[in-house]
């Protein structure tokens, strides 16, 4: 039975950047993860899963040593982004407001994660255990015991959960969530464009649910469409002509040409555990938390909770597996997720009808809110992790 300070299941974005965070700090660190993500190739099609990754991700990817790494591959910044439901009433916001090169970067989760595993090589305290899943998790007193589908059998002081939505670890650790279906679908879907317009993101907001424009490198760009599941899967049935031509129908003249390339769909579910750890496991990113996708905002809020339990754990010293980090850990967090998820939630459904009274406040609101200046601004800060 091999030893460690912390395993981590799952080895995405997420659980990448805390465990070099971990073997970092002289931590032995041991990650479990299914699949290796695709090598990099400058000719490979563009990921349909892409990421809108704010200033604060991005100071920490740098503390990590992975961001240089993923420039290198492809990333697209924007420096302005525009919301609205009628065109007169917009709110918009641009860089410049914050002194700022940019508001964020729009890149693909695969290219994230590789930046990331390019750095696992550098730490002879950290094991890669790939291509291995969870088979179960043996709880104890001052450490669990984690069995590999393999027969492997991993010690450590705590198990981190960063393995998704339908996480294995909180399940296991028999930590319950809090989840209800939005009735609704998201449909990604991959074009090409005729203009140069990689500087700019925006969201169109209609009754059937938003319609947003993400910017990629090279004139590519990524549509969110969310919809009805039935109608969501009336598109995916759809060939590349027609679909063109309903986009072409349903999105604002803003997109000007373009071609279709992929796509791809999911249904949207908000999921909440109800703590954060139980057992010496300990929940980051989509194991803890789901957010509707509305504001780009999932891998935002996973990578803060890495930020958060890195700093608890380097201010702990020798106490740092005590249960006082994760209470600490659980008070830092839980409440910041839940107020990004009641935000997303309150846009979502405030603009999810067509009743006119409700329909002529809400464009009020976002006409006021482009003027508001010191607040539209701190606003932004708060979503970029400033």
Not at 32 to 45: I, M, R, S
Not at 92 to 103: E, G, I, N, V, Y
Request: glycine share 8%; hydrophobic share 40%; charged share 20%.
């Amino acid at each position: 039975m091999e030893q460690f300070d912390i395993v981590i299941i799952g080895g995405g974005m997420v659980g990448a950047a805390a465990a070099i965070g971990f073997a970092k700090q002289g931590k032995s660190v041991a990650v479990v993860e299914g699949h290796a993500p695709v090598d990099y190739d400058v000719n490979q099609a563009m990921d349909l899963r892409v990421s809108a990754i704010s200033q604060a991700s991005v100071n920490l990817l740098q503390s990590l040593g992975a961001w240089s790494e993923i420039e290198a591959m492809r990333v697209c910044p924007y420096r302005r982004l525009e919301t609205w439901e009628h065109p007169e009433c917009r709110t918009r916001f641009h860089s410049d407001a914050l002194d700022m090169q940019q508001l964020g970067f729009i890149v693909e989760n695969r290219l994230i994660q590789l930046g990331l595993w390019k750095q696992f090589e550098q730490f002879p305290n950290l094991s890669l255990f790939c291509p291995s899943r969870l088979k179960r998790i043996n709880l104890g007193h001052g450490y669990n015991v984690v069995e590999l589908d393999d027969g492997q059998k991993l010690k450590a002081s705590w198990v981190v959960g960063a393995d998704g939505a339908n996480s294995q670890v909180r399940q296991q650790a028999g930590i319950g969530i809090t989840a209800w279906d939005y009735r609704q679908h998201c449909m990604l879907i991959n074009i090409t464009t005729e203009s140069e317009q990689q500087d700019i993101t925006w969201q169109w907001f209609t009754p059937t649910g938003p319609r947003s424009f993400l910017p990629l490198t090279g004139k590519k760009g990524s549509l969110v469409w969310y919809d009805s599941p039935e109608r969501i899967k009336q598109l995916s049935q759809m060939s590349k002509g027609q679909l063109h031509d309903e986009i072409q129908s349903y999105f604002p003249d803003e997109l000007g040409e373009f071609s279709v390339e992929q796509w791809g769909s999911f249904p949207l579910t908000r999921r909440h555990a109800q703590q954060y750890f139980s057992h010496r496991c300990i929940l980051l990113g989509d194991a803890a938390h789901t957010i509707n996708p509305l504001a780009g905002q999932g891998v935002n809020l996973g990578f803060k909770d890495v930020s958060a339990l890195l700093d608890i754990v380097a201010d702990k010293g020798s106490e740092w597996a005590l249960e006082a980090s994760l209470v600490e850990y659980q008070r830092a967090r839980r409440k910041d997720n839940l107020l990004m998820q009641s935000g997303m939630d309150f846009f979502y459904t405030t603009f999810s009808n067509d009743i006119l009274p409700l329909k002529i406040m809400r464009n009020a609101a976002l006409k006021l809110a482009e003027s508001s200046g010191p607040l539209k601004h701190q606003v932004l800060k708060y979503a970029m992790g400033l």
